[in-house]
Structure formats: C-alpha cells, structure tokens
C-alpha cells in the first residue's frame, strides 16, 4: 500500500516552493490564493525572505503546509495515497490529501492554529529538547517524577524523543537524562513547549475553529497524532485534531501501524527528508521516496 507522510515545523528552508510557483499554473494560482487569504504575501518570504523570517511560528506552519498540499496537488493522477499522516503541523497536510479538508479550510486552521500557539508561547516561556539514545519508557519515567512542567512531546523513532515544558523543566529533566544514560539532550530552537499542557490557551482557542470547520469522509484514512490510528470518520478526526496541540505525537507508533497495516512505500511530500529517515529508523528494509520539486 502506498503512505502518503507529511513533514512538520523545522522542514522549512528559504526559496521552498519557488520551483513550483514558477513551473506551475495551478501551483502558482493556489500560492497566490493563499496570499489572498492570509492577507500578506506568504510567497515573498517563502522565496526570498531570511531563515529568520521563516523561523516565525505565523509564517513557518503555512509556509511548509503551502509547500506540503500544492506539490500533492501538482502530482495529479498520481497521487493515489491509500494511507496518510503527518508530523504534528503535518497533519493538516495530510488531512487536505486525502480530502477532509479543503484547501482554503486547512489553509485557514493552519494559520489559526499557529497565531494561537504563538500567544500561548508567550504567556510562559517555555522551550522543548531532543533526548537522544535512552528508552521511551525511561524517558517518560523521569519526566513524571520531576515537580516541573515537563513531558515527553514528540515520539519520533525509537531512540528519540523530545520532551517539551517549562524551562526549568526541561534544564532539570536534560540533567537527570543524561544521568540516566542518554547520548545527547539538545535544546531545540522553538518559540515553546509544544504537544505539553502549556499549550492548552491554544487548544481552546483551535476547538473552536475547529468546530466551525467542515470536514468531509476521506478518500483514505489518516493516521492521527494522538493515538497513532487509521481514522476516518469526520467527528472523531476533528476530536483528535484538537487534542494534538496538547497531546505527545506518536510519530514511532503511527510508523510501526503503517507497516502492520500493508504500507509497503512512504513517500515523504513536503521539504526535507526527515520522516524518510524517521521511517528507516523504524524499519530498515522499508521503501521510502520523497517529493521535494515541481515533477514537471
């Protein structure tokens, strides 16, 4: 079976898309949509801005979902996905694939989705760290017994997870990891604590969005954060689309679901080759592609 898999924040790099825009008709009719409804011109910075104009939560989220569903579009005939996910903010990517949402809706949510995590950032700074080379279950062990804000955000592939809190938090819990026997705990450079409780101004102000939003059945199921499922139904996609924002992403487990499932090729859409790497990382043998231009 063929995996659709849609990268998340940290993909993004300056001049994505601009082959696209500049090989494609409908690619650069839907770009300049997206103008219109975001109300500035995502475009420039996308093709000409600065690492540090694409670093913004406001502009990052969009930018790679931009890049994410117009290359999917542009596949035409064949983009046949018959399973999807995504990586946190990927999932609103991987729900346009596969047709709950519409382009201007994902679009809309995206940038709803990333002003409200961009005030939430800013009630409490807050920041989230890699744990590189220890157990899941170690991990999440020593994050329950410290008496901060912390918790473990992104399970990736085993052997990495990131953990996401208060910053005193994360100092304390990157002390006690490494103790305990992790090769590296890196301070990531984000804006926050995403997937923590420290996210929760924003998941109340996304359910409501979310809420007013219409999403229709898929063409496929898509395999959902929370839980690492194949979900289908419109009501249960929304419910777990809400708790994503404060929820851990069980990345590892959604791959190791795919496989189980009869996922045979994942092919990564979207900038970078990360998820290509975090899939290897699961299974070895596994096929894995990636979509990163214009096909032509």
Same mark, same amino acid.
């Given at each position: 079976?063929?995996?659709?898999v849609f990268p998340g924040q940290g993909a993004q790099f300056v001049g994505m898309g601009k082959d696209l825009y500049e090989n494609s008709d409908l690619a650069k009719e839907l770009?300049?949509k997206a103008n219109d409804i975001l109300g500035f011109r995502i475009t420039d910075l996308m093709f000409e801005g600065t690492d540090e104009d694409l670093r913004q939560t406001n502009?990052?989220?969009?930018?790679?979902?931009?890049?994410?569903?117009?290359?999917?579009?542009?596949?035409?005939?064949?983009?046949?996905?018959?399973?999807?996910?995504?990586?946190?903010? =990927?999932?609103? %990517?991987?729900?346009?694939?596969? =047709?709950?949402? %519409?382009?201007?809706?994902?679009?809309?949510?995206?940038?709803?989705?990333?002003?409200?995590?961009?005030?939430?950032?800013?009630?409490?700074?807050?920041?989230?760290?890699?744990?590189?080379?220890?157990?899941?279950?170690?991990?999440?062990?020593?994050?329950?017994?410290?008496?901060?804000?912390?918790?473990?955000?992104?399970?990736?592939?085993?052997?990495?997870?990131?953990?996401? =809190?208060?910053?005193?938090?994360?100092?304390?819990?990157?002390?006690?990891?490494?103790?305990?026997?992790?090769?590296?705990?890196?301070?990531?450079?984000? =804006?926050?604590?995403?997937?923590?409780?420290?996210?929760?101004?924003?998941?109340?102000?996304?359910?409501?969005?979310?809420?007013?939003?219409?999403?229709?059945?898929?063409?496929?199921?898509?395999?959902?954060?929370?839980?690492?499922?194949?979900?289908?139904?419109?009501?249960?996609?929304?419910k777990n689309l809400v708790s994503q924002l404060t929820a851990p992403v069980r990345f590892t487990q959604t791959m190791v679901n795919m496989i189980a499932d009869g996922a045979t090729?994942?092919?990564?859409?979207?900038?970078?080759?990360?998820?290509?790497?975090?899939?290897?990382?699961?299974?070895?043998?596994?096929?894995?592609?990636?979509?990163?231009?214009?096909?032509?």
């Open positions: 079976m063929k995996a659709y770009f300049e502009v990052t989220q969009p930018a790679i979902f931009l890049h994410s569903v117009i290359l999917a579009k542009t596949l035409g005939d064949d983009f046949k996905p018959e399973m999807v996910a995504g990586h946190s903010l =990927g999932e609103f %990517s991987a729900l346009v694939a596969n =047709g709950s949402l %519409s382009f201007e809706d994902g679009l809309k949510l995206v940038s709803q989705r990333a002003s409200a995590m961009q005030k939430a950032c800013e009630i409490e700074p807050s920041t989230m760290a890699a744990i590189i080379g220890l157990d899941d279950e170690t991990v999440v062990k020593i994050c329950e017994e410290i008496n901060e804000i912390v918790v473990p955000a992104n399970f990736n592939c085993p052997g990495q997870l990131v953990i996401s =809190g208060s910053m005193k938090g994360i100092e304390i819990a990157c002390e006690k990891l490494l103790d305990a026997g992790a090769k590296r705990a890196l301070p990531l450079k984000v =804006g926050g604590a995403f997937h923590s409780p420290l996210m929760e101004p924003a998941r109340v102000e996304l359910e409501e969005a979310i809420e007013n939003t219409t999403f229709s059945t898929p063409i496929c199921p898509v395999y959902q954060n929370v839980n690492a499922m194949p979900i289908s139904n419109p009501d249960e996609i929304k090729l994942f092919t990564e859409v979207g900038p970078g080759k990360v998820i290509q790497g975090l899939v290897k990382k699961v299974d070895r043998k596994m096929e894995t592609a990636g979509v990163d231009s214009f096909q032509g």
